[in-house]
Nanobody
Framework: VQLQASGGGFVQSGGSLRLSCTAS????????MAWYRQAPGKQRELVAT???????NYADSLKGRFTISRDNARRTVYLQMNDLKPEDAAVYYC?????????????????WGEGTLVTVSS
């Protein structure tokens, strides 16, 4: 199982970016998906989560600017980021809870993508 994130880049303050993260491999199902971020010298923090039914939650400080969504058929989670600020600059990671079949046993594990860098100029 792999999670591949993309969409990061350089943007000026006030700009927008859309991140994507796709799960691939021998997957039985994908449950909760989420985005985290880690700025230099800081701990990794939760940005947003979304269930497989589309119920989302956000870090309080990001509500209104960031939107998480997913396409279950594509096993992909998105993060639309608007009105970006310099303090949003970080490596953004996706995480997913994924079920795989081991013969006839469903095993659920937590998987992380490698991260995609977002740089915001002031």
């Amino acid at each position: 199982v792999q999670l591949q994130a993309s969409g990061g880049g350089f943007v000026q303050s006030g700009g927008s970016l859309r991140l994507s993260c796709t799960a691939s491999g021998k997957i039985f199902n994908v449950n909760d998906m989420a985005w985290y971020r880690q700025a230099p010298g800081k701990q990794r923090e939760l940005v947003a989560t979304i269930t497989n039914r589309g119920i989302s939650n956000y870090a309080d400080s990001l509500k209104g600017r960031f939107t998480i969504s997913r396409d279950n058929a594509r096993r992909t989670v998105y993060l639309q980021m608007n009105d970006l600020k310099p303090e949003d600059a970080a490596v953004y990671y996706c995480r997913a809870e994924i079920g795989t079949l081991n013969i006839d046993i469903l095993e659920v594990g937590e998987y992380w993508g490698e991260g995609t860098l977002v740089t915001v100029s002031s």
